[in-house]
C-alpha cells in the first residue's frame, strides 16, 4: 500500500500565541481519531494576517483559528461568513468549503454546548460581564437559543451600549446595558451568570470581579469563561454558594470539537480532549 506523506493542515492564528492550550488539545483529538490532520499554532503579527490567510489558501489549509487581535480583522480576508459570524462581526473559525473560506464562530456555540447540560437559556435572564469579543459571540448564542434578557454589565459604556444596540437589533432578546461603576449585585430574577471578561486569567489570577458575592444563590448557574487557571475566583465564590458551576475548559473543548467537526466532519471525544489540558493545568 502506498504511503501518504501529506497531512491535512489546519492552525491557529494569534498574537500572543505561545499561551493558547489549543493546539495540545486539538493534536491529541486528530491522533486519539486516527486523522492524519496536523494543527499548527502561529504568532501572526496584524500587518502579516493577509499574508498568512494567503498562505493557509496556497498551503490548502482546510481550515484555521483567529484568536486576539485577529476576530474582525481576518473578515475581509476571508470568502463568505456563517449565520453568527455575520450577526457578531467576528470570527474566530475559518472552514474551507468548496475552495473557499468560510468565517464561523465557535466561541458562543462552544460555550452553549457546554452550558446546556446545566440548564436550558430558553425564557431565561443572563447576567454577562463584560463586551468585548467572547462577550458577543455568546451573547448572540444565548439570544438564538432563547433567552429572554441579557444584561451586559460593562465598565467601557461605549462598547457596554454597542453589544446592547446589536443584541436588541439582529435578535429577538430584550438586552439592557447596566454601566459597572460599583460593585454589582445579581438581581433575583436572574438565572445564568456569565463572566465573559479577562478577569481572573492567569497571570492575574486573584483577579476578583466587583461582584457582590452574597448575591450568588444556589439556584444560579455561574459560567466563566477564562480557560487558564480553570478554577477562577468567580468560580470557587460561586460554588461555596452553592451555585452550580461551569468553568472555561468546558468551553474550549466544545469550541475544538466544533471546529475538528467544521474541518473533518468527525465528531471528536471531548472527554479525552478535556483530561488532556486537565493534564496541562493539572485541573
Partial sequence: MPHNFLSRLTGSFAMPAAENPTVAMVEAAYRHHGLDVRYINCEVSPEKLGDAVKGA??????????????????????????????????????????????????????????????????????????????????????????????????????????????????????????????????PPEASIVVNA???????????????????????????????NPPRTTLIRDAEARGAKVLDGLGMIVNQGVIGIKYWTGVDADAGMMRRTLEDLFKA
Fill in 197 to 227: 471578561t479577562s478577569i481572573g486569567l492567569y497571570p492575574d489570577v486573584s483577579g476578583r470581579l466587583d461582584l457582590d458575592v452574597g448575591s450568588l444563590h444556589p439556584g444560579l448557574v455561574v459560567a466563566d469563561v477564562i480557560p
Fill in 57 to 186: 489558501r496556497a498551503m490548502g489549509w482546510i481550515g484555521f483559528n483567529c484568536s486576539l487581535p485577529h476576530k474582525v480583522a481576518v473578515i475581509p480576508h476571508l470568502d463568505g461568513l456563517g449565520e453568527s459570524a455575520s450577526v457578531m462581526g467576528a470570527v474566530n473559525c475559518a472552514v474551507r468549503r468548496d475552495g473557499k473560506f468560510i468565517g464561523e464562530n465557535t466561541d458562543g456555540k462552544g460555550f452553549l454546548q457546554s452550558l446546556r447540560p446545566l440548564t436550558d437559556p430558553a425564557g431565561k435572564t443572563v447576567v454577562m460581564f463584560g463586551a468585548g469579543g467572547a462577550a458577543r459571540a455568546i451573547g448572540v448564542e444565548l439570544a438564538f437559543a432563547g433567552a429572554k434578557r441579557i444584561i451586559i454589565v460593562n465598565r467601557d459604556a461605549a462598547r457596554g451600549r454597542a453589544l446592547t444596540d446589536l443584541l436588541n437589533g439582529k435578535t429577538k432578546v430584550a438586552a439592557e446595558f447596566v454601566a459597572w461603576t460599583r460593585t454589582y449585585a445579581i
